[in-house]
Nanobody, 125 residues
Framework: VQLQASGGGLVQAGGSLRLSCTAS????????MAWFRQGPGKEREFVAG????????FYADSVKGRFTISRDNARNTVYLQMNSLKPEDTAVYYC???????????????????WGQGTLVTVSS
């Protein structure tokens, strides 16, 4: 199983970026996906998650209204559209996958079976 994240970069505050994560080696349409991030000197934290069907999404309070998670099961890809970026959004962003039916809450890292390599997002003030 591989999760390949991309789309990170340097952006000014108030700008936008879209991250992508493409999965291989698993049946994507049965997998629940999420994005986590780890800022400088901080622990990794939950950002957003999406059910296998795409009908339910979950967000950290810090990104609600600014970030949108979506998925394209035909392309085995999950996206994170990030708008109105702030310097505090600077972090390495990781995509993660877990099996459908996992009972652990979306925001808990221990529920995830697979992790991508991370993509760096830097927001300048």
């Amino acid at each position: 199983v591989q999760l390949q994240a991309s789309g990170g970069g340097l952006v000014q505050a108030g700008g936008s970026l879209r991250l992508s994560c493409t999965a291989s080696g698993l049946t994507f349409r049965t997998i629940e996906m999420a994005w986590f991030r780890q800022g400088p000197g901080k622990e990794r934290e939950f950002v957003a998650g999406i059910r296998w069907s795409g009908t339910s999404t979950f967000y950290a309070d810090s990104v609600k209204g600014r970030f949108t998670i979506s998925r394209d099961n035909a392309r085995n890809t999950v996206y994170l559209q990030m708008n109105s970026l702030k310097p505090e959004d600077t972090a390495v962003y990781y995509c993660a996958a877990r099996r459908q039916g996992t009972i652990v809450v979306f925001s808990s890292q221990r529920g995830y079976d697979y992790w991508g390599q991370g993509t760096l997002v830097t927001v300048s003030s």
